[in-house]
């Protein structure tokens, strides 16, 4: 196993049946979380980029097994955020220091593609990177996004098992999210992806597949996390234990994969305390706060629990660990 590891420190790649040992021997895991770690002080430093995440709508045409927001559910308040409110919360971030703006919602097609230009054209007035997370549309609305001046654009693929993607995505199609992601990437955007950890009948198998799936597709960036089951969701009753897995999932994406970027998600804090720092510990190199105001944050809630980033302990808790925050973009 030792030497497993070693040859994905050095070549960064493993085929199939190497990366599913390394996910079912539990006791390499320390070995394997400081091999991630050094790879990522080595290819990305001791930098934390920061991105400042504004959850923009709730209001979601989608229904997707595990997610709090789906269209479903009823026992949520839905709200959306008019642009200029967008742009509001954009600058007060940009204010406090943040280099990169990161636009997410649920799959609300009130926004038109023309509508979320003008939002980023005058976020770009600004010296700052945008982030776009609004899930799937058409190569034309996309461009129209890029040509607007947006930077990366996340969709993760939440699964690679394309059974498993069928039973939790209704009326989606797997093949069309594939298209999604070349699309992004032809685009030019920094195209990021990444999957959920712990979903029922999946498979090491298949967390393995999603790992070489982000290799394949040379993704800038990988946010993964555990499935926290949402009550008003038909996943309501799976266990929440995905955590070390996540953790072993980030830590070979970024042995894979050396020199992208790599959060630290919210979902690896909420189900685990310190849970922020172990990422950042096995891997990670970027956080995500959430600078929605408290009020509509609140309604945003994929999963319950959704724990925040305390902004003025961040700079000592990396120090703790020996990093510093980023005054640059970040990108790849
Ligand atoms: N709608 C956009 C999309 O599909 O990319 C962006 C928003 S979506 C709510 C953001 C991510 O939240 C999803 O990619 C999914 O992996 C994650 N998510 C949703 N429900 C979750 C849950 N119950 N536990 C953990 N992560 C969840």
Redesign the pocket.
Known sequence: MKSLIKKAEESHFLSKPEIIRLLEDNSINDELFRAADRVRKKFVGDEIHLRALIEFSNI?S?N?F????RAENKNIKRYRLMPDEIIQLAKNALNSGYKTIVL????DMYYTAEMLADIIKEIKKNDTAVTL????RSYQEYKILKDAGADRF???I?TTDKELYRKLHPNMSFENRIRCLKDLKELGYETGT?C?VGLPDQTINSLADDILFFKELDADMVGL??????KD?P?KDVKADGFWLSLKVLALTRLLLPDINIPATT?METIQSNGRILALQSGANVVMPNVTDEFHRSQYE??PGKKSVDYTKLEEKFKQINRTISQNKGFR
Do not use: M
């Open positions: 979601c989608r997707c595990y997610c709090g927001v997410q919602s649920a799959e997370s609004i899930g799937e996340l969709l993760r939440e990444g959920l996390g555990p499935l926290i089951p949402h969701t996943l979902a994929i999963y």
